[in-house]
C-alpha cells in the first residue's frame, strides 16, 4: 500500500481558509488647489490673482491579499501561535484523519494499523508545531517520553498528563477518566500537567497512540532493537505468563473497554 503524502492529499480535502477584511475607502474627496492667473491689465495692475479650483481626487487604497494556508500545518500553526489549544487538537485530529488515507476519512477516525502509512516527516511537522508553541510541554514525542518512563505503562500514563483525576471522596487513591472535552485542560499554565495535549482517541483504546509512539517519526537510536528483543521475549512465553502481565491481557478489556472514536 503506498503511503499518504499531504503532496497527493489536496484533492481529496480542502484545508479550511480564513480571509482578512479588506474595507476600501471608496468615496470621492474634494481637495482646494490653488492656481496663479496672470492678472488683467485693466482691472488689477501690479497685483497678482489667486482662484481656486474644486478637483475630485479618489485616494488609492493598497490592495490586500486574503490569507491562505501555502502548506497543510498552516491552520494547526495558526491556532498554536494564538494558544487556542482547544482548536489546535481538533485540527490534529483532522490532520492525522487526512494523513491515514481515504479509508480513514470516509470513516471518519483512523485505525491503528493505519498509522503506519502516515508519513514520518508528517508527524514530526505536527509535532514540532506543538513543541514549539508550548515552551516544549506539548507535543507527541514529550508524551512519548513521559510513557517511557513509566514503562509504557497506559494506566500510569493517563495520570501523569492528566488525562484521568484523583477521586476525592475515597480514602484509597482512585481515578476515573475526564468527560471530554470540559475537564480537559485547554490552557498553557504552570498547573498544566506536562504532555496533556494533544488527545489521540487514547481514553478507551491504546492501540492508536501506541501505534503512534511506536512509528519511526518517534524511534530514537536503539529504542528499536528493544522493542524487537521484548516482542521475542512475549512470543516466548506461554499464554497463561501474557495474560499475567497485566496490560496485554484481560486487564486491559477491563480497563479500557471498547474503543470510543468520539474524540
Known amino acids: 500500500m503506498a503511503t499518504n503524502s499531504f503532496k497527493s492529499i489536496h484533492q481529496h480535502h480542502t484545508l479550511r481558509r480564513r480571509h482578512s477584511i479588506d474595507c476600501p475607502f471608496s468615496s470621492s474627496s474634494f481637495f482646494l488647489k490653488p492656481i496663479t492667473k496672470n492678472p488683467s491689465s485693466t482691472s488689477f495692475s501690479n497685483h497678482s490673482l489667486i482662484t481656486f479650483s474644486l478637483s475630485s481626487t479618489t485616494p488609492t487604497t493598497p490592495t490586500t491579499t486574503p490569507t491562505t494556508p501555502t502548506t497543510p500545518f498552516d491552520v494547526l500553526e495558526q491556532h498554536l501561535s494564538a494558544q487556542d489549544f482547544r482548536q489546535a487538537d481538533e485540527e490534529t485530529r483532522r ?26 516527516s508528517d508527524l514530526k511537522e505536527i509535532d514540532s508545531l506543538w513543541r ?29 498528563v492528566g488525562w484521568m483525576k484523583k ?71 506461554d499464554k497463561g505468563s501474557v495474560k499475567k502481565g497485566g496490560l496485554l491481557g484481560g486487564l486491559r478489556s477491563k480497563l479500557f473497554g471498547k474503543p470510543d472514536y468520539s474524540f
Do not use: M
Open 132 to 160: 514549539k508553541y508550548s515552551d516544549n510541554k506539548f507535543g507527541y514525542s514529550v508524551q512519548k517520553k513521559i510513557w517511557n518512563k513509566v514503562n509504557r505503562d497506559f494506566t500510569s500514563f493517563f495520570i501523569k
Open 95 to 120: 490532520l492525522l484523519i487526512v494523513l491515514a488515507g481515504e479509508a480513514a476519512v470516509k470513516r471518519g477516525y483512523v485505525f491503528f494499523s493505519e498509522v503506519q502509512f502516515i508519513q514520518e
Open 167 to 237: 477521586l476525592e471522596s475515597t480514602e484509597v487513591d482512585q481515578y476515573n477518566y475526564r468527560a471530554f472535552p470540559n475537564e480537559f485542560i485547554w490552557e498553557l499554565n504552570e498547573e498544566t500537567p506536562e504532555g496533556h495535549l494533544p488527545l489521540t482517541n487514547a481514553l478507551r483504546g491504546t492501540q492508536l497512540l501506541s501505534s503512534i509512539f511506536t512509528h519511526p517519526a518517534f524511534v530514537e537510536e536503539g529504542e528499536e532493537e528493544k522493542e524487537e528483543e521484548k516482542q521475542a521475549s512475549i512470543s516466548g512465553e
